[in-house]
């Protein structure tokens, strides 16, 4: 099972930026996507961003069209979040994921990382 590494969250101002990277242990080529997803205080966990590993296709969530960016770096094993125009909202903790398959869910979760963002 590949193992996933968030890193890149803090502590930022309303209107700032932070980039998450997330670094699977090993290489990703049967994989079909990574995602973000988030978890804020007494709420669900939630979907924030998805991209195809092949192809670089990507998806947001409504709430964060425009202020986020998801990529990746195939020779880095590695999958990154911008995000932009942070407001308190957003803050969670990150978590990266990884579907093996089409459909199939996603098989590998991260541990997370913290993002706080203060007003």
């Known amino acids: 099972q590949v193992q996933l590494v968030e890193s890149g969250g803090g502590l930022v101002q309303a209107g700032g930026s932070l980039r998450l990277s997330c670094v699977a242990s090993?290489?990703?080529?049967?994989?079909?996507?990574m995602g973000w997803f988030r978890q804020a205080p007494g709420k669900e966990r939630e979907f924030v961003a998805r991209i195809i590993w092949s192809g670089g296709s990507t998806s947001y969530a409504d709430s964060v069209k425009g202020r986020f960016t998801i990529s990746r770096d195939n020779a880095k094993n590695t999958v990154y979040l911008q995000m932009r125009s942070l407001k308190t909202e957003d803050t969670a903790v990150y978590y990266c994921?990884?579907?093996?398959?089409?459909?199939?869910?996603?098989?590998?979760w991260g541990p997370g990382t913290q993002v706080t963002v203060s007003s």
């Open positions: 090993r290489r990703t080529s049967s994989t079909y996507a």
């Open positions: 994921a990884r579907m093996s398959r089409a459909n199939s869910g996603y098989d590998s």
